[in-house]
C-alpha cells in the first residue's frame, strides 16, 4: 500500500531519518516519531503498488524496465530476452505479480511518473522518458490510472490536508 503524505508528514520523515536510532525515551524524536505515527494512519491509501517478485526472471524484468522505463518491448520480445515461451512468461507474470504485463509495466510508468513529476520534470518530459509516443497518450493513461491529469492529481495532492475529525476526508 502506498500512501499519500502531507507536507508535515514529509518533513517529520526526512527529520527523523537523521535522528539517532537509540534516541531517548520520551525525548524529542520519541515524541515526534509518535506523532508522526498518529498522522499516518490518517493519510489517504493510494491505489499505487508495484508488486515484484524473487523470481529471477521477474527481477530480471523488473530491474531492465526500471533501468529503461521507455522500453516498449511486446511480452514475446520479452519472453525471447528472457529465455522463455511468451505463454509461459504470461502466466508466471501473473502468478509472481497478480497483474498481467501491460497492468503491471503501467504501474511502474505511474511511479516513475508520480516520482518525476514530483521532482519538477515537465509532463512532456516525463512522457518522452516513458516512450510514450506523445503528451496525450501519456495524460490519457495517466487519468484511466488516478483519475486526473497529472497537473490536476498534483494541484489536489498539494491542497488536501487530512481533517481534524477521524473518518472525515
Not at 505479480?97 to 511511479?111: D, M, P, Y
Amino acid at each position: 500500500m502506498t500512501l499519500s503524505i502531507s507536507p508535515m508528514v514529509r518533513e517529520t520523515i526526512l527529520h527523523l531519518a537523521d535522528a539517532p536510532l537509540d534516541y531517548p525515551r520520551d525525548g524529542h524524536a520519541d515524541r515526534l516519531a509518535r506523532v508522526l505515527l498518529g498522522e499516518l494512519v490518517r493519510m489517504p491509501a493510494e491505489r499505487l503498488y508495484l508488486p515484484v517478485s524473487d523470481h529471477p526472471k521477474i527481477r530480471a524484468l523488473a530491474d531492465a524496465l526500471s533501468a529503461n522505463p521507455a522500453d516498449r518491448g511486446t511480452i514475446a520480445q520479452w519472453a525471447r530476452r528472457l529465455a522463455l515461451g511468451e505463454r509461459t512468461l504470461t502466466r508466471l507474470i501473473a502468478r509472481e505479480t497478480g497483474l498481467s504485463f501491460g497492468r503491471w509495466r503501467q504501474q511502474l510508468h505511474l511511479l516513475v511518473a508520480i516520482r518525476e513529476l514530483a521532482g519538477g520534470t515537465q509532463v512532456q518530459r516525463v512522457s518522452e522518458s516513458l516512450g510514450y509516443e506523445s503528451v496525450t497518450a501519456f495524460i490519457t493513461m495517466f487519468e484511466k490510472a488516478l483519475g486526473r491529469s497529472p497537473t490536476r492529481y498534483f494541484a489536489a495532492r498539494s491542497q488536501s490536508q487530512p481533517s481534524d475529525a477521524p473518518g472525515e476526508d
